[in-house]
């Protein structure tokens, strides 16, 4: 079983900069892709970006683009989200979550959650 658990959520102004983490503990990420979802208040969930198991391929939602910076250190068994230039309208709870291992890419099921880290953005 996998356990990930996130960190680095706060408040920041707008046009500031936040660094999430990620880290899996149970057992080593190998073959496991890795992603980024948010919820705001009285909305649903929504993907924000996606890594490839190996570091490789990225993508990321249009309204992060730019922005937003998805990372692993696989030696670390750590994923990470660097957002900048951070907009009011990303106030949400951050969660990060992984695939089985082997699974396709792009991923459109996770099998691994975290419970969130809250990031607040003021104007």
């Known amino acids: 079983q996998v356990q990930l658990v996130e960190s680095g959520g706060g408040l920041v102004q707008a046009g500031g900069s936040l660094r999430l983490s990620c880290a899996a503990s149970g057992r080593t990420l190998t073959n496991n892709h890795m992603a980024w979802f948010r919820q705001a208040p009285e909305k649903e969930r929504e993907f924000v970006a996606a890594?490839?198991?190996?570091?490789?391929?990225?993508y990321y939602q249009d309204s992060v683009k730019g922005r937003f910076t998805i990372s692993r250190g696989v030696a670390e068994n750590t994923g990470y989200l660097q957002m900048n230039s951070l907009k009011p309208e990303d106030t949400a709870i951050y969660y990060c979550?992984?695939?089985?291992?082997?699974?396709?890419?792009?991923?459109?099921?996770?099998?691994?959650w975290g419970q969130g880290t809250q990031v607040t953005v003021s104007s």
């Open positions: 979550a992984a695939t089985y291992p082997g699974t396709m890419w792009p991923p459109t099921k996770y099998a691994y």
């Open positions: 890594i490839y198991w190996s570091g490789g391929a990225k």
